[in-house]
């Protein structure tokens, strides 16, 4: 069987219509689905493919696709030569191709080949017409969603105690099914040690980039690290992962929207001399959903948006109202 090509194996840039009833609303890039069941039918497409292309040849080639819903049955995807990324992923070659909606597949064409969306997979063909690979739709988790709080950790939230765990929050909200709110800042002040947070992004398929999703968890009150939906986007310094106007993550590690996804966050304050000289910058490592996207990465000073500047003191946690329904639950803090 002839290999099939790299540059044909990426989907990116895809547009289609579904017939599908919506209501004005579903129209407005506000609009917003805290729930897989009121998300409609682009949402069942959206997401993430993996899958062998030529197995059976000599150079047998994992490959990934993160497809996105754009709106009104708009799609654009993106593709991976080894695996998704933080699963394989070189994090340099990218190949894409547009889509059209052919009978009840999604079909991508190239010089090289084509591949078809339909039923929760893409089939991929040669230039022949040879079928090379199957890329099936999968739902990746962290491995540490639902890590339990150790004995020495502070609970600041709980889902499963809601009512009792939202006290710890300045502004404290939740949800008719005991999930956090945006918009609070915890009671307890720190300086060194470890977050565990737990955040879930709305869909928002007509809203385009700090439009979609944004909230953003300060650590101390004063170091932002973005919350987005920037599911299958570059991964800069204002989408998610991101350390605002300080750095990119490593790789952009965001899962689609409604997925439930990590930060296990280990920080360090700035350290003062006795004369209030700054001997040491902060410091943060994170990891997204298990992947580490900022190495003890220093942090000159506070980033803009922030509940205090003063790097001298212990600063709380507080997690951003941008007018996006962003949902969180599981936060616990380990000090050091």
């Known amino acids: 069987?002839?290999?099939?090509?790299?540059?044909?194996?990426?989907?990116?840039?895809?547009?289609?219509?579904?017939?599908?009833?919506?209501?004005?609303?579903?129209?407005?890039?506000?609009?917003?689905?805290?729930?897989?069941?009121?998300?409609?039918?682009?949402?069942?497409?959206?997401?993430?493919?993996?899958?062998?292309?030529?197995?059976?040849?000599?150079?047998?080639?994992?490959?990934?696709?993160?497809?996105?819903?754009?709106?009104?049955?708009?799609?654009?995807?993106?593709?991976?030569?080894?695996?998704?990324?933080?699963?394989?992923w070189n994090q340099q070659e990218k190949v894409t191709t547009k889509g059209e909606k052919t009978g009840n597949a999604i079909t991508f064409k190239s010089e090289q080949g084509r591949g078809d969306l339909e039923d929760g997979k893409i089939t991929i063909f040669d230039a022949e017409g040879n079928q090379v690979g199957t890329l099936k739709k999968v739902h990746r988790k962290s491995p540490t969603l639902g890590k339990k709080a150790p004995a020495n950790a502070k609970v600041l939230f709980d889902s499963n105690r809601a009512k009792e765990t939202v006290k710890n929050f300045t502004n404290g909200k939740i949800t008719k099914d005991g999930l956090l709110k945006e918009g609070v800042t915890s009671k307890q002040k720190f300086k060194d040690g470890h977050l565990h947070l737990e955040f879930q992004l709305p869909f928002m398929p007509q809203a385009r980039g700090q439009g979609r999703s944004n909230s953003g968890c300060y650590v101390l009150g004063r170091y932002e690290v973005q919350i987005l939906d920037s599911f299958g986007l570059e991964g800069k310094d204002n989408e998610c992962g991101g350390i605002y106007k300080v750095g990119a993550p490593s790789v952009n590690m965001c899962f689609p929207p409604l997925a439930w996804q990590t930060y296990d966050i280990d920080f360090q304050a700035a350290k003062y001399d006795k004369e209030g000289n700054k001997t040491d910058k902060a410091k943060i490592t994170v990891k997204h959903n298990g992947v580490t996207i900022h190495d003890n990465r220093e942090i000159d000073g506070p980033t803009p948006g922030g509940t205090n500047k003063d790097e001298a003191i212990a600063g709380p946690l507080f997690l951003q109202n941008h007018s996006n329904p962003v949902r969180f639950r599981n936060i616990w803090v380990i000090e050091k």
Request: glycine share 14%; proline share 7%.
């Open 1 to 88: 069987m002839k290999q099939f090509p790299l540059c044909a194996l990426i989907v990116c840039s895809l547009l289609f219509v579904l017939t599908h009833d919506s209501d004005a609303d579903s129209k407005s890039p506000k609009w917003a689905a805290t729930s897989v069941e009121k998300a409609g039918p682009d949402f069942q497409i959206q997401g993430e493919y993996s899958g062998i292309l030529g197995e059976d040849s000599n150079e047998p080639l994992k490959y990934g696709v993160q497809v996105i819903a754009l709106g009104d049955g708009a799609f654009q995807a993106v593709g991976y030569p080894g695996g998704l990324p933080g699963d394989g």
